[in-house]
């Protein structure tokens, strides 16, 4: 009997898996994490990929973060909090 057939009769696929298509969180995260070195992505940057002026892209991003929907190691989900807190007490105080 081959093991194809064998896989096949106890349900395991060996099928490739198709590669997911990351979610908009997921984008705006790793969109962060680039730019997060240098201190954050240009509000003109930000704007034009997302749709949304800084304070808001800090704000979901912030939410994400909380969440923990993000797939990220302590230290880079630290520094983008750190970032965030950093965005949203500029913006709130110009």
Same mark, same amino acid.
């Given at each position: 009997?081959?093991?194809?057939?064998?896989?096949?009769?106890?349900? %395991?696929? #060996?099928?490739? !898996?198709?590669? !997911?298509?990351?979610?908009?969180?997921? /984008?705006? %995260?790793?969109?962060?994490?680039?730019?997060?070195?240098? &201190?954050? *992505?240009?509000?003109?940057? /930000?704007? %034009?990929?997302?749709?949304?002026?800084?304070?808001?892209?800090?704000? #979901?991003? *912030?939410?994400?973060? /909380?969440? &923990?929907?993000? #797939?990220?190691?302590?230290?880079?989900?630290? *520094?983008?909090?750190?970032?965030?807190?950093?965005?949203?007490? /500029?913006?709130?105080?110009?």
């Amino acid at each position: 009997m081959s093991p194809h057939r064998n896989a096949t009769r106890t349900g %395991v696929r #060996r099928y490739p !898996r198709r590669p !997911r298509k990351p979610t908009e969180s997921q /984008i705006m %995260v790793d969109f962060a994490s680039m730019w997060q070195p240098w &201190g954050g *992505a240009p509000d003109d940057d /930000i704007l %034009v990929r997302f749709g949304l002026p800084e304070h808001a892209f800090y704000k #979901r991003l *912030a939410n994400i973060l /909380i969440r &923990g929907r993000a #797939r990220l190691t302590p230290y880079r989900a630290r *520094a983008l909090g750190e970032l965030c807190e950093q965005k949203l007490s /500029i913006s709130a105080h110009p």
